[in-house]
């Protein structure tokens, strides 16, 4: 034997062998796995094998066999290593697509994790992927998002950039949604609108696939018969990848991946890898498309559950107004006739009575008590009244004469002119009539007494975006703003029970309405009211 | 003599009627309730009715509407301790429309204004 081949010997120095590096310090005393990991592949134990069968040693071909089938199985089971190192790093990688998609109902964070999973470096490592999602309702297979770079210059960037960064697949997925997630929609908006493909086009070749729920590797894509030119063309390449999403036998969508940059091959492999991550994929996003329609859903709910709850307080406090006006009406009637009686009968024994009898002093007392209560009882009916307004469309014009033929005795009697102008063709407005009719009269009635000499009551119409606009100029009572103010207040200074409560009772109705009601007044011109009724029912509050 | 009809629950408030409404030349015949009312409208005719709208358990408003379909001669003058019913519908078939008051002025003056226009209608008629 050589002296300078090692193989016999048990314990040997560093650089005895030139086939053990420095960190193979182990190896230098361990013959036997020396033997087993070095010598089969060296040249001088080689040289040595064939000495000995150059000499004759019958035990020569019997090594030199088993070293052959030693070599052929150390090969295979290094090969089956690595494809055991490459399944786990999948495991591993699905394990953490796994984890990030389940903890997700939001579709679009679902579809960036999916898609950067796909070009990611350490996922699939495809240069483009596009993701289409079924739309039953409009019955087409339709482009929903891309990712991936537009040419070499962009790849380089971001391929770079993405090394550099050595983020994990959540963190990179967050990134994309955050930063990229709009500007690649945007980037490739034109290429998402042609991929939108009817669910109908059975011949179409993404149709195919999404029909035979399998996977297809489409190869020479510009010849291919299954394949329209125009996809071919819009793709660009002549090799792509399309992955239907399906979950429980669910048509959810498809992905179409390539390598439009780097035109690696995509292999049998990276396919059944895909397959296997399209599962989850499109579990999570129908699982994330149902809980946005959940959402839509509970929102709807929420808001019917708020509504009703609106109109059960609304009820309620219908209830208790109508339980209000009940016992207001039932005091009124049993108030209202004594009163009368008690009045009348005075008025009656004033009128028979001498002018002389020394108890008319008292019979004018009850007469003018009577009278102010009279008063208090009609302001407290008006307000119970207006607690429940009860709108309808009516005419402007008969709401105005109805109040003028009601005012226009007493106003003409007391010398007042009274013109009215009607606006043109005038829409009908939505009004509770009869707490209308009695605002006007209200605002007529307390014109009467004006101090000014001009006793004209001008009354216009017109008719203004969804409103018609109610004016009335009173230039006989000549009163400054802050009285006018005061007469719009209820219980103010100005306004005790029985005397003036009319103007802030009409400004409570009308408020009630949401009908917007303006009172200017000039100490030299009068007083001017604007009342602006709504033309529409939704303008009501 | 222009006959008046009255039709009041109350007894007082008829009593304040037929004195006042005496005083104004009219002659008043009273009833208290619907049947009532309806039973004297049987037997004689009258130029006007005054009927108050709560009667009771009764509603004034069904009693005007029977006056207005059989005795569509006879104008109907509504008095009521509710100033609410002037502006409503129902109350629209009446003629004239008061709100109780010791100060029976207006009721006098509506009573002369309806009549008026009856007769005004009847010269129309003749003619």
Same mark, same amino acid.
């Given at each position: 034997?050589?002296?300078?081949?090692?193989?016999?010997?048990?314990?040997?120095?560093?650089?005895?062998?030139?086939?053990?590096?420095?960190?193979?310090?182990?190896?230098?005393?361990?013959?036997?796995?020396?033997?087993?990991?070095?010598?089969?592949?060296?040249?001088?134990?080689?040289?040595?094998?064939?000495?000995?069968?150059?000499?004759?040693?019958?035990?020569?071909?019997?090594?030199?066999?088993?070293?052959?089938?030693?070599?052929?199985?150390?090969?295979?089971?290094?090969?089956?290593?690595?494809?055991?190192?490459?399944?786990?790093?999948?495991?591993?990688?699905?394990?953490?697509?796994?984890?990030?998609?389940?903890?997700?109902?939001?579709?679009?964070?679902?579809?960036?994790?999916?898609?950067?999973?796909? &070009?990611?470096?350490?996922?699939?490592?495809?240069?483009?992927?596009?993701?289409?999602?079924?739309?039953?309702?409009?019955?087409?297979?339709?482009?929903?998002?891309?990712?991936?770079?537009?040419?070499?210059?962009?790849?380089?960037?971001?391929?770079?950039?993405?090394?550099?960064?050595?983020?994990?697949?959540?963190?990179?997925?967050?990134?994309?949604?955050?930063?990229?997630?709009?500007?690649?929609?945007?980037?490739?908006?034109?290429?998402?609108?042609?991929?939108?493909?009817?669910?109908?086009?059975?011949?179409?070749?993404?149709?195919?696939?999404?029909?035979?729920?399998?996977?297809?590797?489409?190869?020479?894509?510009?010849?291919?018969?299954?394949?329209?030119?125009?996809?071919?063309?819009?793709?660009?390449?002549?090799?792509?990848?399309?992955?239907?999403?399906?979950?429980?036998?669910?048509?959810?969508?498809?992905?179409?991946?390539?390598?439009?940059?780097?035109?690696?091959?995509?292999?049998?492999?990276?396919?059944?890898?895909?397959?296997?991550?399209?599962?989850?994929?499109?579990?999570?996003?129908?699982?994330?498309?149902?809980?946005?329609?959940?959402?839509?859903?509970?929102?709807?709910?929420?808001?019917?559950?708020?509504?009703?709850?609106?109109?059960?307080?609304?009820?309620?406090?219908?209830?208790?107004?109508?339980?209000?006006?009940?016992?207001?009406?039932?005091?009124?009637?049993?108030?209202?006739?004594?009163?009368?009686?008690?009045?009348?009968?005075?008025?009656?024994?004033?009128?028979?009575?001498?002018?002389?009898?020394?108890?008319?002093?008292?019979?004018?007392?009850?007469?003018?008590?009577?009278?102010?209560?009279?008063?208090?009882?009609?302001?407290?009916?008006?307000?119970?009244?207006?607690?429940?307004?009860?709108?309808?469309?009516?005419?402007?014009?008969?709401?105005?004469?109805?109040?003028?033929?009601?005012?226009?005795?007493?106003?003409?009697?007391?010398?007042?002119?009274?013109?009215?102008?009607?606006?043109?063709?005038?829409?009908?407005?939505?009004?509770?009539?009869?707490?209308?009719?009695?605002?006007?009269?209200?605002?007529?009635?307390?014109?009467?007494?004006?101090?000014?000499?001009?006793?004209?009551?001008?009354?216009?119409?017109?008719?203004?975006?969804?409103?018609?606009?109610?004016?009335?100029?009173?230039?006989?009572?000549?009163?400054?703003?802050?009285?006018?103010?005061?007469?719009?207040?209820?219980?103010?200074? &100005?306004?005790?029970?029985?005397?003036?409560?009319?103007?802030?009772?009409?400004?409570?109705?009308?408020?009630?309405?949401?009908?917007?009601?303006?009172?200017?007044?000039?100490?030299?011109?009068?007083?001017?009211?604007?009342?602006?009724?709504?033309?529409?029912?939704?303008?009501?509050? | 003599?222009?006959?008046?009809?009255?039709?009041?629950?109350?007894?007082?408030?008829?009593?304040?009627?037929?004195?006042?409404?005496?005083?104004?030349?009219?002659?008043?015949?009273?009833?208290?309730?619907?049947?009532?009312?309806?039973?004297?409208?049987?037997?004689?005719?009258?130029?006007?009715?005054?009927?108050?709208?709560?009667?009771?358990?009764?509603?004034?408003?069904?009693?005007?509407?029977?006056?207005?379909?059989?005795?569509?001669?006879?104008?109907?003058?509504?008095?009521?301790?509710?100033?609410?019913?002037?502006?409503?519908?129902?109350?629209?078939?009446?003629?004239?429309?008061?709100?109780?008051?010791?100060?029976?002025?207006?009721?006098?003056?509506?009573?002369?204004?309806?009549?008026?226009?009856?007769?005004?209608?009847?010269?129309?008629?003749?003619?």
């Amino acid at each position: 034997m050589d002296q300078e081949c090692c193989w016999n010997r048990d314990v040997i120095e560093q650089g005895d062998c030139p086939n053990v590096d420095e960190n193979e310090e182990d190896l230098l005393v361990s013959k036997r796995q020396r033997n087993l990991e070095k010598c089969c592949e060296c040249p001088r134990f080689l040289n040595e094998l064939q000495r000995l069968y150059d000499e004759g040693n019958p035990l020569a071909p019997v090594l030199a066999g088993f070293l052959v089938e030693y070599r052929r199985q150390k090969t295979q089971i290094q090969s089956l290593v690595s494809f055991l190192d490459n399944k786990t790093l999948e495991i591993r990688f699905l394990h953490e697509l796994g984890y990030v998609l389940q903890s997700s109902v939001d579709l679009d964070e679902v579809l960036s994790v999916a898609l950067t999973a796909i &070009t990611a470096g350490k996922g699939f490592g495809m240069n483009r992927a596009f993701l289409l999602l079924c739309d039953r309702d409009e019955g087409v297979l339709k482009g929903y998002l891309g990712l991936g770079p537009r040419n070499m210059e962009e790849a380089s960037r971001v391929w770079n950039e993405i090394l550099q960064s050595d983020m994990d697949l959540q963190t990179l997925a967050q990134n994309f949604r955050l930063n990229k997630l709009s500007s690649e929609r945007a980037k490739f908006h034109d290429v998402l609108e042609l991929l939108t493909v009817p669910l109908s086009n059975k011949d179409h070749i993404v149709i195919k696939a999404l029909d035979g729920k399998r996977p297809i590797m489409v190869e020479n894509a510009f010849q291919h018969p299954d394949v329209p030119p125009e996809l071919a063309n819009l793709l660009g390449v002549d090799t792509f990848l399309l992955m239907p999403l399906i979950s429980r036998n669910r048509q959810v969508g498809m992905i179409v991946a390539d390598n439009c940059i780097t035109h690696r091959a995509i292999t049998e492999e990276d396919m059944h890898s895909l397959e296997t991550f399209g599962f989850p994929v499109a579990f999570a996003i129908e699982r994330a498309s149902l809980y946005d329609k959940l959402q839509v859903e509970l929102n709807r709910v929420t808001e019917a559950g708020k509504k009703l709850k609106e109109q059960q307080e609304l009820i309620v406090r219908m209830e208790n107004m109508a339980l209000v006006g009940r016992i207001t009406s039932s005091i009124a009637h049993s108030v209202r006739n004594p009163l009368m009686i008690i009045g009348g009968f005075a008025r009656s024994m004033l009128k028979s009575s001498p002018a002389s009898d020394p108890k008319r002093t008292f019979m004018e007392s009850i007469v003018a008590e009577t009278r102010h209560l009279e008063g208090v009882l009609d302001e407290i009916l008006n307000y119970s009244d207006s607690l429940y307004p009860t709108r309808d469309f009516w005419d402007v014009n008969q709401l105005v004469e109805t109040a003028l033929r009601d005012s226009a005795d007493m106003l003409t009697s007391l010398g007042y002119a009274i013109r009215y102008m009607p606006g043109h063709a005038l829409p009908p407005v939505y009004i509770d009539f009869k707490q209308l009719s009695y605002c006007l009269r209200t605002v007529l009635q307390n014109d009467i007494n004006g101090n000014g000499t001009d006793r004209t009551i001008a009354i216009h119409s017109r008719s203004d975006e969804n409103c018609v606009i109610l004016r009335i100029e009173d230039r006989s009572r000549l009163i400054s703003q802050e009285e006018l103010d005061r007469l719009l207040v209820p219980f103010s200074e &100005t306004s005790d029970l029985g005397a003036g409560l009319g103007l802030a009772l009409c400004k409570t109705m009308l408020q009630k309405q949401g009908i917007p009601f303006d009172a200017q007044s000039d100490l030299n011109d009068g007083i001017r009211y604007n009342i602006t009724l709504p033309t529409l029912k939704e303008e009501q509050p | 003599m222009i006959r008046l009809l009255v039709v009041d629950d109350e007894a007082n408030i008829r009593l304040l009627y037929t004195e006042e409404l005496k005083d104004e030349g009219y002659e008043v015949v009273t009833a208290a309730s619907s049947a009532e009312a309806v039973e004297k409208l049987q037997g004689s005719t009258f130029d006007l009715a005054v009927l108050d709208i709560k009667l009771k358990n009764e509603s004034g408003i069904e009693l005007l509407q029977k006056l207005v379909k059989e005795r569509h001669n006879m104008p109907v003058v509504l008095c009521s301790a509710f100033s609410c019913y002037k502006d409503d519908f129902s109350a629209w078939l009446a003629d004239g429309y008061v709100v109780k008051s010791g100060d029976l002025t207006e009721l006098k003056h509506e009573i002369a204004r309806v009549l008026a226009k009856k007769a005004q209608k009847g010269k129309a008629g003749e003619k």
